[in-house]
């Protein structure tokens, strides 16, 4: 796997090991925040009080509340990219590929709620989203399955077409504005991966 891909797991580079835990536990109070009471409740006061830290702290090492949200989206970024390179089957290895490929897209959708209105917050670029490392990374992961489960055609394509299928933004649509559970996206993912990989 590329190196700038590799980059966006762990601790930051050179970042001393309190630091590093500091921010850990700054952006898992940032996490809890939002998944007890939505990202519009996150606040530099909310995280430093649920960290147990002075306000300062939070605004030294993120620079502002959309700092923070960035921090935090590569913050699960981090952890669902950990999941899937070393955790264990089947969203890890040893499992059969398109076992995977559905272990993958169903940890991405568990985390979508969340991510997209996080992202929402942060304004995060459209731009670049593509570009991006950790978007890169989980293009290469399914990629790599497909290529395992040996299925035909342009594989490139096809990975693009299935992560479209989770992208944050379509499926908070989905279940915000059309009345669809996440179960049932879930389900549909599942549904049109087996179908792909025929």
Same mark, same amino acid.
């Given at each position: 796997?590329?190196?700038?891909?590799?980059?966006?797991? +762990?601790?930051? $580079?050179? !970042? %001393?090991?309190? @630091?590093?835990?500091?921010? =850990? &536990?700054?952006?898992?109070?940032? /996490?809890?925040?939002?998944?007890?009471?939505?990202?519009?409740?996150?606040?530099?006061?909310?995280?430093?009080?649920?960290?147990?830290?002075?306000?300062?702290?939070?605004?030294?090492?993120?620079?502002?509340?959309?700092?923070?949200?960035?921090?935090?989206?590569?913050?699960?970024?981090?952890?669902?990219?950990?999941?899937?390179?070393?955790?264990?089957?089947?969203?890890?290895? +040893?499992?059969? $590929?398109? !076992? %995977?490929?559905? @272990?993958?897209?169903?940890? =991405? &959708?568990?985390?979508?709620?969340? /991510?997209?209105?996080?992202?929402?917050?942060?304004?995060?670029?459209?731009?670049?989203?593509?570009?991006?490392?950790?978007?890169?990374?989980?293009?290469?992961?399914?990629?790599?399955?497909?290529?395992?489960?040996?299925?035909?055609?342009?594989?490139?394509?096809?990975?693009?077409?299935?992560?479209?299928?989770?992208?944050?933004?379509?499926?908070?649509?989905?279940?915000?504005?059309?009345?669809?559970?996440?179960?049932?996206?879930?389900?549909?993912?599942?549904?049109?991966?087996?179908?792909?990989?025929?």
């Amino acid at each position: 796997m590329p190196d700038r891909m590799l980059h966006t797991l +762990g601790d930051e $580079p050179g !970042e %001393r090991s309190d @630091a590093a835990r500091n921010r =850990r &536990l700054l952006l898992d109070a940032a /996490e809890s925040l939002v998944a007890e009471s939505g990202p519009d409740c996150v606040t530099m006061d909310a995280v430093a009080a649920k960290a147990g830290v002075g306000k300062g702290t939070v605004f030294r090492r993120f620079g502002s509340r959309s700092g923070l949200m960035r921090a935090l989206l590569d913050h699960t970024e981090r952890q669902l990219q950990n999941d899937f390179m070393f955790g264990p089957p089947p969203l890890g290895p +040893g499992a059969d $590929p398109v !076992e %995977r490929i559905v @272990a993958f897209g169903l940890a =991405r &959708l568990a985390q979508v709620e969340v /991510e997209g209105e996080v992202r929402r917050a942060a304004d995060a670029s459209q731009e670049l989203r593509y570009s991006h490392p950790a978007h890169m990374l989980s293009h290469a992961h399914v990629a790599m399955l497909l290529r395992q489960a040996h299925i035909a055609g342009n594989i490139d394509l096809l990975a693009d077409y299935l992560l479209g299928a989770l992208d944050a933004g379509l499926v908070m649509h989905q279940t915000k504005e059309r009345g669809v559970s996440l179960g049932q996206v879930s389900n549909s993912w599942e549904d049109l991966v087996r179908r792909v990989t025929r």
